[in-house]
């Protein structure tokens, strides 16, 4: 079918926990988009499906699901360990893919589903990261690509997410997620990428922290603050750091340093700017997580990525090298954090 003459995006999603949910949740209230299955094994994911999505068609097994001709587009909210797969195997039966980030853990696996998605140019593939849709960083990237601020010096970026009880599947899912680095400050890194332009080359990266809110996390070589910096063949410096245990809520912000001035996003912990005034004072109510912080931008981003599939839409935002490129740094901060020596990023 010719992109042009198709009407509805039929997503089917792989997934759906939280940020499953996130998605499903938005596509229901997007016009051109028709979630037509979902494929999750755990028990209380299903009932929430049926009951909030009951046309759709639940499955267990994604071998089946996959050959559902009423997918034209596979979501992909599973976890990372199966990006590849799932994105794989969605493009073996014709589909369009989307992968929430990041590609992969492993720096190969990631370039090779890049490279993978070139033999099919027939079909969009892409992974999600939802600050590129954020109104506030679209507008920051014009600003540096005017040269409003000049050339570009240095990126600070923070991710400050917010603190959840050491529960069982929580550790369960740190454990398994590569590291704070790529599951978390990833999405600095690919909102770096974004913001200075594609044609800059990383070239080392050096990290340190430490793992004191939630010791375990030190038995995976992981911690819970950390800092980074990577160095560009540019003469460009990334730092970035990263928590998981932010008491207040969540807060991110990004600084970028030009030569003739800079650029601020969110460098007050604001979010959704709200004041409570009582004869105590005023309290300051930050944003409780990452999903409710970019709430917008998790919309539009379904929204473009529609566009692209529907009408070829070419200025759609999403970039699967940079992806890549971003788990090669997240994966050489990893390592520099685990080993305390400098890494080279090829």
Not at 124 to 146: L, Q
Not at 241 to 259: F, M, P, Q
Not at 275 to 281: A, K, P
């Amino acid at each position: 079918m010719v992109a042009s003459e198709q009407k509805v995006m039929r997503v089917g999603v792989v997934g759906a926990g939280r940020i499953g949910v996130v998605h499903i949740t938005n596509m229901l209230s997007t016009r051109f988009v028709e979630v037509t299955a979902v494929c999750t094994v755990v028990a209380h994911e299903q009932k929430w499906v049926r009951e909030t999505v009951p046309g759709a068609t639940v499955y267990s097994d994604f071998d089946s699901f996959i050959k559902d001709s009423s997918i034209d587009v596979v979501w992909i909210c599973s976890p990372t360990q199966f990006h590849q797969e799932h994105v794989t195997k969605a493009l073996e039966a014709g589909k369009h893919a989307f992968t929430e980030k990041p590609l992969s853990g492993d720096e190969k696996t990631a370039w090779d589903m890049y490279h993978l998605s070139l033999k099919y140019p027939h079909l969009k593939v892409a992974c999600g990261f939802v600050r590129r849709f954020a109104n506030v960083y679209i507008e920051a990237r014009k600003a540096i690509a005017s040269g409003a601020i000049g050339d570009v010096i240095a990126v600070r970026a923070s991710t400050a997410d917010c603190f959840i009880p050491p529960t069982e599947q929580f550790l369960n899912y740190i454990k398994h997620s590569g590291g704070i680095f790529v599951d978390c400050n990833i999405h600095d890194i690919d909102l770096s990428l974004f913001l200075i332009g594609e044609d800059k080359t990383a070239q080392t990266a050096y990290a340190t922290g430490t793992s004191l809110v939630y010791p375990k996390f030190a038995e995976w070589g992981d911690g819970d603050n950390v800092h980074g910096i990577v160095k560009f063949k540019e003469d460009l410096v990334f730092n970035i750091y990263g928590t998981r245990d932010n008491l207040h809520g969540h807060h991110t912000y990004t600084e970028i340093i030009g030569t003739k001035g800079r650029i601020m996003v969110n460098g007050e912990p604001r979010g959704l700017n709200v004041d409570i005034s009582t004869d105590n004072g005023t309290k300051m109510v930050p944003t409780q997580d990452h999903q409710t912080m970019f709430a917008d931008a998790f919309k539009t981003e379904v929204e473009h990525f529609r566009d692209w599939v529907l009408f070829d839409r070419q200025d759609h935002g999403f970039n699967l090298k940079d992806a890549a490129k971003a788990v090669s740094i997240g994966v050489a901060l990893q390592n520099s954090f685990r080993s305390g020596d400098v890494e080279h990023i090829q």
